[in-house]
């Protein structure tokens, strides 16, 4: 170690504080956070293959009623995504919350929209992998009945992936340690699995019931996959749905910015 | 207030009444104090004492944070300052699911953004990896380190631009003398050639002796802010060790004093 050779540094750069999203930031943290998924495969794999699995399983739990096979198959394919994300993104932060790597970037000039935003990159790229595999095996292998585009099927899982990761980052917030992350997996994403129409068509349902299955963003996504399921073209309530779960997913990744604070008690 | 001569440059860090509360407990009580520029100002006193959270509020990290508190010539925790501090905090905060290499390049990579700046990151890297001698351990996960090779890849991190201002909470800690020995000759030399000013907290006292300035803490109050030298002649001790002592005797035996009347 030779110290006085070592201060010498090179000039330190010009870095104006960026007032909305920084790309380079953004996409170094996108890439950090998927290094560290790289060093775990086992999880990479967990998250990808229990979606096919379970889609395998369905299949032939309904080997007699390939109808029903083909409503809730769909809804799995975007209700996978929703969860696997949300588990991993209420994890991957409380993590970076109790490592103390959160208090040190929030000290660095690193925008908070930058983080949140390299978080949804990064887990969104995955929910594409996990996606397209399940979305495939499903469509091609399983003979799920689509009558639709699977491409619309992909994106609508894209962007239950999306409310995943934006759900996942806020809860984080409330969350004191890994038990209550987990914790947080049944009381936000249950209730929304019960009323979302995978069980009872929701119109059947009593009408308070219904009446908060209107408020909650899995519905949609639901009622999405249905669509695309049903009808051949791009439906009006198909883009209404998709613009739904869109909007909840920016407004909840938005809520999850504002309680991400640089200074803590 | 004081007042600086022109020729004098502004302390790196001044503090007015500053006072933080933590939970229902005022750990920093109504402290006033300069760090001087340029210099390595040591921060010592008993656990607990609030060294971590003085460092904190200094950084911007710290909440319910009252008084005035001036870094570099703009309020703590400005934007501003960002790019401007080094801070290691006192539990190694890195990825341990990365490399050595891998964690320094994210943190580079907030630090310095950009494609241009991809040659200039790399050389900045290896450089920290260097001036913590964990070249060896280059690609190795951080959590497969040992816990002082860890705390080393944490201090690395805070070496990495070119800050004005480094606040290292116990960065030798658990280290072996030869690497403390080279650390703190690195952060002389970061001192003497980069016109930077460092604050260290510590708990080792022969570390107290190679710091330019001394602010020794107990109990969230500033019990002496002084030179070293100055501090063993003005107690009559040998060492810092015996003039901290001395100091935090006196300080507690004063306080049993103006407690008891209390009473
Ligand atoms: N999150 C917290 N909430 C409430 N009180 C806290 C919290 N963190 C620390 N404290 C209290 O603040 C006081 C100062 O803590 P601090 O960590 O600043 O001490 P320190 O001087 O750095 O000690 P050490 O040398 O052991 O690191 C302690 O009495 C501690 O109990
Ligand atoms: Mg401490």
């Not at chain 1, 504080?17 to 998924?37: D, E, G, H, I, K």
């Not at chain 1, 588990?87 to 000290?107: H, K, P």
């Not at chain 2, 710091?211 to 001790?237: F, K, N, S, W, Y």
Request: hydrophobic share 45%.
């Amino acid at each position: 170690m030779t110290p006085t050779t070592n201060a010498h540094a090179p000039a330190p750069p010009a870095t104006p504080r960026p007032s909305a999203l920084n790309y380079s930031r953004t996409t170094a943290t996108a890439a950090r956070v998927l290094r560290q998924l790289g060093h775990d495969p086992r999880t990479i794999a967990l998250l990808v293959l229990i979606p096919c699995v379970m889609l395998f399983l369905l299949r032939y739990v309904f080997d007699g009623s390939p109808r029903v096979f083909d409503s809730i198959g769909a809804s799995l394919l975007g209700i996978f995504p929703l969860i696997t994300m949300f588990l991993v993104t209420s994890i991957a932060t409380l993590r970076e919350r109790t490592s103390g790597t959160l208090e040190r970037l929030l000290a660095m000039p690193l925008g908070k929209g930058d983080l949140i935003a390299g978080y949804a990159l990064a887990f969104g790229t995955l929910a594409i992998i996990q996606s397209t595999l399940a979305t495939g095996l499903a469509v091609w292998f399983l003979d799920l009945d689509v009558t639709g585009s699977p491409w619309l099927l992909l994106v609508v899982a894209l962007l239950d992936a999306l409310l995943g990761t934006a759900l996942g980052l806020f809860v984080s917030a409330f969350a004191a340690s890994e038990f209550q992350a987990v914790q947080f997996m049944p009381a936000v994403i249950f209730p929304q699995l019960l009323l979302c129409g995978l069980f009872t068509p929701r119109p059947d349902m009593h009408p308070a019931l219904e009446a908060l299955s209107n408020v909650l963003p899995m519905s949609y996504a639901v009622d999405g996959m249905n669509e695309v399921l049903l009808h051949t073209d791009m439906t009006a309530n198909f883009i209404r749905d998709a613009a739904i779960v869109a909007t909840c997913a920016l407004l909840v990744l938005t809520l999850g910015a504002a309680t991400l604070r640089r200074r803590t008690t | 207030m004081m007042n600086y001569s022109s020729k004098k440059p502004p302390p790196a860090i001044q503090a007015d009444n500053l006072t933080v509360t933590r939970g229902h407990r005022t750990v920093l009580r109504n402290l006033d104090f300069a760090v001087p520029h340029g210099q390595i100002t040591g921060l010592l006193g008993p656990s607990g004492c609030g060294k971590s959270t003085l460092m904190r509020a200094i950084v911007g990290t710290q909440a319910k944070v009252t008084g005035t508190l001036k870094v570099l010539g703009h309020p703590a925790g400005a934007p501003a300052l960002r790019s401007r501090i080094g801070y290691v905090t006192q539990a190694p905060s890195v990825y341990d699911d990365l490399t050595v290499r891998q964690n320094l390049a994210y943190f580079a990579a907030i630090l310095d953004p950009g494609r241009t700046a991809t040659e200039r990151r790399h050389e900045n890297v290896t450089r920290a990896i260097a001036d913590v001698d964990l070249t060896s351990h280059a690609d190795a996960l951080a959590g497969n380190l040992s816990g002082g090779q860890r705390s080393r890849v944490s201090l690395a991190v805070a070496l990495l631009g070119t800050p004005e201002l480094l606040v290292l909470d116990e960065p030798t800690v658990g280290l072996d003398p030869v690497l403390r020995r080279d650390l703190w000759d690195l952060f002389h030399a970061i001192a003497a050639q980069r016109r930077a000013t460092l604050l260290i907290s510590s708990h080792v006292m022969d570390e107290a002796e190679r710091c330019h300035r001394l602010l020794l803490m107990r109990e969230g109050e500033i019990l002496a802010d002084d030179t070293p030298e100055a501090l063993r002649t003005r107690t009559h001790a040998d060492t810092v060790e015996a003039a901290f002592l001395h100091l935090v005797d006196e300080a507690t035996a004063t306080d049993a004093h103006h407690k008891e009347p209390a009473r």
